[in-house]
């Protein structure tokens, strides 16, 4: 028996939008789930055949999904972020364009990372803050470590 869902898509990515994270791992969940995150992934390297300035059958096919990866892609941001895609014809340059923008570089990484790492040193409930939205407030911290590449092990946590 095939399983029947729904894909839901992801809200559309604005400047104001607070946790990209969120957006980020929604959105590669649905380009996973509609079997385009793949290219977006790897990328898309046009191929001609031998002698030859006609694409190959499996290079047409990889055209089609990138381009279909590239309209998800447009139609997930807004107009004002889909500018930092120029001329951009492969969805893999789209897509680290916006991680760029949104998560930066190495540095900035790290000195988000740094951050981080303050505020779980100096972590306490706070005023009038229940059990339940201090764990969460820890689970999003947790998050934030693993989103920077740094794992968080249960060590760190006791």
């Not at 095939?2 to 959105?27: D, G, Q, Y």
């Not at 001609?48 to 590239?70: H, P, Q, R």
């Not at 339940?132 to 060590?155: A, K, T, W």
């Amino acid at each position: 028996m095939a399983l029947i869902s729904h894909v839901r898509e992801p809200t559309k990515l604005t400047n104001s939008t607070r946790n990209f994270s969120h957006w980020k791992r929604r959105m590669m969940n649905y380009l996973n789930v509609i079997d385009l995150w793949v290219i977006v992934a790897t990328g898309y390297t046009p191929t001609a055949k031998e002698n030859s300035i006609e694409l190959t059958n499996e290079s047409k096919e990889n055209k089609m999904v990138n381009d279909n990866a590239i309209n998800i892609i447009y139609s997930s941001v807004d107009e004002s972020i889909s500018m930092i895609f120029g001329d951009m014809t492969i969805a893999k340059g789209m897509w680290d364009a916006i991680v760029y923008k949104f998560e930066g570089n190495a540095q900035i990484k790290q000195t988000k990372l740094t951050g981080l790492e303050t505020r779980f040193e100096t972590f306490d409930i706070g005023d009038n803050e229940s059990i339940e939205d201090m764990y969460n407030r820890m689970l999003q911290m947790q998050n934030e470590f693993v989103e920077l590449g740094e794992p968080i092990s249960n060590s760190k946590i006791v």
